[in-house]
């Protein structure tokens, strides 16, 4: 039980960086900032468009809401073995 929720621990982090991410790669085309030539990368667009569409709301609020889940879960799983 300890390995799994630090397992959920490690996926309810990266899913709130993968949500801040693709938050800020949707913008980032969006708005197209003068000067840079750089394109965001597909796949982070690709998520939050992905993101969008299941959830309709913004790709930061639904991985965050997910990453801070899986990290309370994590959390409890953890603790509950520790006696």
Same mark, same amino acid.
């Given at each position: $039980?300890?390995? #799994? &929720?630090?397992? +959920? @621990?490690?996926? &309810?982090?990266?899913?709130? #960086? +993968?949500? #801040?991410?693709? *938050? $800020?790669?949707?913008?980032?085309?969006?708005?197209? @900032?003068? &000067?840079?030539?750089?394109k =965001? =990368?597909?796949?982070?667009l690709? +998520?939050?468009?992905?993101?969008?569409?299941?959830?309709?709301?913004?790709?930061?609020?639904?991985?965050?809401?997910? &990453?801070? +889940?899986?990290?309370? $879960?994590?959390? @409890?799983?953890? *603790? @509950?073995?520790k006696?």
């Amino acid at each position: $039980m300890k390995l #799994f &929720g630090a397992v +959920l @621990l490690t996926l &309810g982090v990266e899913s709130i #960086f +993968l949500g #801040f991410v693709s *938050y $800020m790669a949707e913008l980032w085309a969006r708005h197209k @900032l003068n &000067g840079d030539t750089d394109k =965001p =990368p597909r796949f982070l667009l690709a +998520l939050a468009d992905l993101t969008r569409t299941l959830t309709h709301v913004s790709p930061l609020v639904a991985l965050t809401a997910l &990453g801070v +889940l899986l990290i309370v $879960m994590g959390t @409890l799983l953890r *603790y @509950l073995r520790k006696d």
